[in-house]
Every structure is written in C-alpha cells, then in structure tokens.
C-alpha cells in the first residue's frame, strides 16, 4: 500500500516532468492549480553523467543528497552535479513540511570518454620534480577550498553563455594522455581563441579565488554561482577581478592564454558542484534548449 502511495505521490509528478523536459519549458502554474504545483517534487527521470541537476519541491522541504543537504531557494528549486563516472540510480530524500518524506530515484545515462592525446605539453608539467609536487599540492587544496562555498545566491539558475566564441578543442571528461603518458580524465572544456581574447563571466557570481600563475593551471580563476556550483577558468593570460567581486554575467573578467600546463592559447573553463565535476557544454546546451524547472524562479 506504501508502494502505491509512493508511486501517486512521486512518480506521477516525475512522469509529468519527463513529458515536461521533452518539450520546451514545464508551463507555469496558473490560477487554481498553482497550489497543487507548488506542492509537486518534479526532477528528471533520467540525467547524463557530468549534468548540472535542476528540480523543484515544494517551499519549506528538505532535501538530502550524497551526504548533503541541497538548500531549497525560496521558490523551491534544488541543483546538484552529477559525477563523470557516476553509474546511478541517483537518490534523494524529500521532507515536505508537513512531514511527510518521499524518495526520487534519477537514472544516470553513461556516455563515452574517448581517448585523447595531446602531445607537446611541457614535459616539467608531466613529470614535475618532487618539490614541484608539493607546490602543485599545496595550490590545488587553496582551489578545492575555494569550492566548498555554500552561498545562498541563485546566479546558477540563469541560463549560462559562452566565456569566449571558439572551436571547441577539448571536451570534457575525455580520457587524456600527455605525451604519451595516461592522465586523469580532463576537468573541462577547452575553447581555441587567440591570446588576449576577452573572457566573459557565463553567468553572474563572485570571485572566490584568483591567482596569475600557478604552477599546472597558470593563471586561474574561480566564480562561485550560488548553492556549490562554480566556474573555474584556466591558464589565462590575465585577470581583470580581483577577489570578492560581485560580477555580472557578459562582464569581462579575463583574458585567454596560455599559462602553465597548455599546448597553445585555449580558455579551459571548468565546472563543479563541490567537489563534483560537471560539463560546461551540458549547461550551455540546457541554456539553448529545454530551460530547466525554475530557471526563471530561482
Ligand atoms: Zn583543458
């Protein structure tokens, strides 16, 4: 008898969303039924590995995800990422004010990681000398840092845009081989744009972390937009914010480079939940096409 109750409850609303997703935006709420939508737990029935994850429940719930609580806004919209190598079925715990709990299972869709080598790197950068590890270590625990803000603001709800115009030279998660030598899966996307090229905020946020020239990521930049999700942009040339500055999104915050661990001038633009990374071009393309459940509302 629970089962069935779950199933009115959660798997109707879940059905609706996927109908929802398929077309274009879920319709707004009007009149009579916007009580019976507010109260609705609508999420994807199924999400691609590496995919920024929208979902909406109603006002005054709590939810519980991968050891961590998702901090509805006031309108009721909950982000998380999904990992690259993440296999699903994806679970969240949802407690309606009232009390009562309801538990949404996601569907993860694996995709490919095909082979990539980039060959001409600096063999410094491949096989740095063991101090040079320490100084890599030492860098990359100020960027993770960086990441785990938990700020309220819903900059990541808006539909996000290109940092620069290019080819796009490098896709995520792609299993990297330098020089011939195997490398973790790659963290971002690469754009090809000459040095100097004007990179632009995708979406507003606040500077959590800038730094000219460390040693693998040259110069680097972190914005934080809200709820755990950040972009982080890599091996630029130079760096226009400083710090604690609120930004705009199309505000010209950088320039394209070719700083520490680069063949040639590209912008690497990466995207994380926490410590989860997530695929730029998936949340460029949520942007262009089906906009997600609360985009609007954040
Ligand atoms: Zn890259």
């Given at each position: 008898m629970r089962h069935l109750a779950w199933r009115q409850r959660v798997l109707a609303p879940l059905l609706a969303a996927c109908a929802g997703l398929a077309g274009a935006q879920q319709p707004a709420a009007t009149g009579a039924s916007a009580q019976a939508h507010e109260q609705r737990i609508v999420f994807p029935a199924s999400v691609s590995q590496g995919a920024l994850v929208l979902g909406k429940v109603p006002v005054g719930s709590t939810v519980r995800y991968a050891g961590r609580e998702l901090r509805p806004t006031p309108y009721g919209t909950v982000v998380f990422g999904v990992g690259r190598d993440e296999k699903g079925p994806l679970a969240l715990q949802v407690r309606r004010p009232d009390g009562g709990t309801d538990a949404v299972s996601i569907a993860v869709t694996p995709r490919d990681w095909p082979l990539e080598r980039v060959d001409g790197v600096p063999p410094r950068t491949v096989n740095p000398p063991p101090e040079i590890v320490r100084r890599i270590e030492r860098e990359q625990a100020l960027v993770v840092a960086a990441r785990q803000r938990d700020d309220d603001?819903?900059?990541?709800?808006q539909p996000f845009q290109w940092p620069v115009r290019g080819r796009i030279s490098g896709r995520f998660g792609n299993a990297r081989v330098y020089n011939g030598q195997p490398g973790a899966g790659h963290s971002g996307m690469d754009i090809a744009a000459p040095a100097g090229t004007p990179v632009k905020a995708p979406a507003a946020g606040v500077v959590t972390f800038a730094a000219p020239?460390?040693?693998?990521?040259?110069?680097t930049l972190l914005i934080d937009h809200g709820h755990g999700v950040s972009s982080n942009f890599l091996?630029?040339?130079?760096?226009?914010v400083k710090l604690g500055d609120r930004v705009q999104q199309g505000q010209t915050v950088a320039a394209v480079g070719a700083t520490g661990?680069?063949?040639?001038?590209h912008l690497h633009w990466g995207m994380n939940w926490f410590d989860v990374r997530i695929d730029p071009l998936l949340v460029l393309e949520r942007a262009a096409g089906?906009?997600?459940?609360g985009a609007s509302s954040p």
């Open positions: 603001r819903g900059d990541f709800a020239d460390l040693y693998l990521t040259g110069g091996h630029l040339s130079r760096i226009d661990r680069a063949t040639g001038p089906n906009a997600p459940v």
